[in-house]
């Protein structure tokens, strides 16, 4: 399958490169090794993550040893990228209301 990353992504993406690199004590290259392998599972074993909430079609891939996981949807042979989370606040919530509001039409989600 192919990932396909949306706008609303970009936040969470820059946070989390943020969250280690101000964090210098956290091990951020095993961080980002384990983020390659979670976009590599979800390539090959996408429908075996858990769905997200109460979202009928979103599903949640955590980020091996972080506080991180992958929010996702998945159309035709495309898995979508919601939004990275950080599993320890909701700013997500921004990122799932714009999604549902503008890119389910925008995409054909």
Do not use: C
């Not at 210098?24 to 095993?30: A, K």
């Not at 769905?51 to 998945?74: G, H, M, P, Q, R």
């Not at 320890?88 to 039409?105: I, K, T, V």
Request: without cysteine; positive net charge; glycine residues 2%.
């Amino acid at each position: 399958m192919k990932i396909q990353f949306l706008e609303t992504s970009a936040h969470g993406l820059r946070w989390m490169m943020q969250y280690y690199r101000k964090n210098p004590q956290l091990n951020r290259d095993r961080a980002f090794k384990n983020y390659e392998i979670a976009k590599s599972l979800l390539r090959d074993f996408s429908s075996l993550a858990e769905k997200f909430e109460d979202f009928e079609d979103v599903w949640e891939k955590n980020v091996t040893l972080t506080a991180f996981s992958i929010l996702y949807t998945i159309r035709r042979e495309t898995i979508y990228v919601i939004d990275i989370r950080d599993q320890r606040g909701n700013r997500s919530a921004d990122a799932l209301r714009r999604f549902n509001s503008e890119l389910r039409n925008k995409y054909g989600l």
